[in-house]
């Protein structure tokens, strides 16, 4: 096991060195013109709500419980798109149109899964919980094209919390009421 750590450590250290030397780069091409990063500091981004071009396609710029059990349906409830039995045993309950996700420009890169998501009313309506596979590069150049964030809507958790995982308490206690 202490092999392993070393190794860890080892590789952990490369890798700042190589993030170091892509920041002098960065600096030497586009000099103030481009933010330094903020990792591990607060930090505000600001993004639209916004579909993107995939496969051919263009991506909605949100998933509704709908899309979610279509998707379930449509793979015969096989991984990765199998669903939980309390999940299929309630969706009569759950109003199908609610969002489950949605997807923004916002830049989300290293490490601001957990942040919140607010609305231009300061309403807090989702969770940043990961980026799309076009977002990884997103790390050293920001562009807003086809990288997005990707939030669970604040719906989307209501709406399970209540009707499927009958945590009414836990609802209550998030809004208030």
Excluded: Q
């Excluded at 330094?36 to 509704?64: C, H, K, L, Q």
């Excluded at 939980?84 to 420009?105: A, G, Q, Y």
């Excluded at 899964?113 to 231009?120: A, D, I, L, T």
């Amino acid at each position: 096991m202490r092999k392993n750590e070393e190794l860890g450590e080892e590789l952990d250290a490369k890798e700042e060195a190589l993030r170091t030397e892509m920041g002098h780069a960065l600096f030497a091409c586009y000099g103030t013109n481009v933010s330094p990063d903020g990792t591990e500091t607060a930090r505000f981004t600001d993004g639209v709500v916004r579909g993107f071009p995939s496969n051919g396609t263009i991506a909605p710029y949100r998933t509704t419980f709908y899309g979610l059990y279509a998707r379930n349906a449509e793979f015969d409830n096989e991984y990765p798109f199998n669903l939980p039995k309390i999940w299929l045993d309630r969706k009569d309950e759950i109003d199908l149109t609610k969002p489950v996700n949605f997807v923004s420009t916002n830049d989300i890169t290293m490490g601001n899964s957990g942040s919140v998501v607010v609305n231009m009313e300061l309403e807090v309506v989702g969770v940043v919980v990961d980026g799309n596979i076009e977002s990884l590069h997103n790390d050293f150049v920001f562009r807003d094209d086809v990288p997005r964030a990707v939030s669970v809507h604040v719906d989307g958790i209501m709406e399970a919390l209540v009707k499927i995982y009958d945590a009414h308490h836990v609802a209550e206690e998030l809004t208030g009421e």
